[in-house]
């Protein structure tokens, strides 16, 4: 296994913009596919931008599409997820989580941390 760990985030006031990074491997990232998701308290685990194992197909929650961004370095073996014009709703803790595009990818990984992200 692989712990996925996560880095980048921070307290920011509204309109403001955060980058977050996640490191996996190489191997993960072009075979499996990658996601971001986050959790506030109180609230439920939410799906927040994935992209596909080619880079070709990147998905976002409606709340956060047009204002953040996913992209994938598989030579570094990182995602990032930038996000801009940050609202208090977005205040979370944030996961990276490898998808499921083959048989096996939910073997490979192990959660990380999170990173905290605090709008104001």
């Known amino acids: 296994h692989v712990q996925l760990v996560e880095s980048g985030g921070g307290a920011v006031q509204a309109g403001g913009s955060l980058k977050l990074s996640c490191a996996a491997t190489g191997y993960i990232i072009k075979s499996c596919g990658m996601g971001w998701y986050r959790q506030a308290p109180g609230k439920e685990r939410e799906e927040v931008s994935t992209i596909s194992s080619d880079g070709g197909t990147t998905t976002y929650h409606a709340s956060v599409r047009g204002r953040f961004t996913i992209s994938e370095d598989t030579r570094k073996a990182y995602v990032y997820i930038q996000m801009n014009n940050l609202q208090s709703e977005d205040t979370a803790v944030y996961y990276c989580?490898?998808?499921?595009?083959?048989?096996?990818?939910?073997?490979?990984?192990?959660r990380g941390q999170g990173t905290q992200v605090t709008v104001s």
């Open positions: 989580e490898a998808l499921q595009e083959r048989p096996g990818c939910d073997t490979l990984w192990t």
